[in-house]
């Protein structure tokens, strides 16, 4: 059902009955709900039976506890948790990160202040860091500028798990063609062999790469290696 802008929530509607109040006050009620339930007042946060529980609530308990106790135990409602489970089902969740990749893709964060992002001479191609630079300045000296333009992209966003199963998301390089190109120092590889965690960690990222079928190529300070 589409909304309009003249929409209007359904009201409670008056009625006469012998019934109690559904909401616990001991009350007759006087009013009937669009689902069926009657109530003394128009609203149903207004009948005493429903205040009273509210106020019986051990309020700091029901703040501490998560949500999925929460729900458990009867204490708040799991319409957001059914929500969720629906949006899963559905695939939204799975359509917004492929919105999202492709969003990145073109307009990659800044994630570095120290190290903006910046235009690659007169192109729109953004590059980060003299590494990347670098890189660029090469291509150009063997293809020339307009091959750049056409040919040279931000590469894409991929989901990886890193060496704990925890899944990540990775913003690679450049891609041309099919070609994946990760640029690193030694010291955004390893910190120059001080850390193999972050080694492991940018292993994951090219290796699930070639994984999705793309060709990657690592070049490390300033020298191509085959991903395989």
Known sequence: MTRTGNYKKPQAVEVVTEEKCAYGCGRTAKFKFTAGKVCCSKHYNSCPGKKKQFSDMDHSERTAKSLATRTREGITKSSQIKGGETRRNSGHYDRLADK?????????????????????????????????????????????????????????????????????????????????????????????????????????????????????????NGEEIQWQ
């Not at 990886?160 to 390089?173: F, H, Q, V």
């Not at 910190?191 to 079928?213: F, M, Q, S, W, Y």
């Open 100 to 220: 999202m990749r492709e969003h990145w893709g073109d307009h990659p964060w800044q994630n570095n202040l120290q190290c903006p992002l910046l235009p690659y001479k007169d192109t729109k191609l953004l590059f980060q860091g003299s590494y990347e630079l670098k890189f660029l300045e090469a291509l150009e000296e063997q293809h020339g500028t307009d091959w750049i333009t056409e040919n040279v992209r931000r590469g894409p966003t991929v989901w990886y798990d890193d060496p704990n199963g925890k899944e990540r998301l990775y913003i690679s390089d450049f891609i041309i063609g099919n070609t994946i190109y990760e640029i690193k120092s030694g010291w955004t590889w390893d910190h120059k062999g001080a850390d193999p965690l972050l080694e492991e960690l940018n292993k994951a990222k090219l290796t699930r790469c070639v994984e999705l079928n793309y060709n990657v190529i690592l070049v490390l």
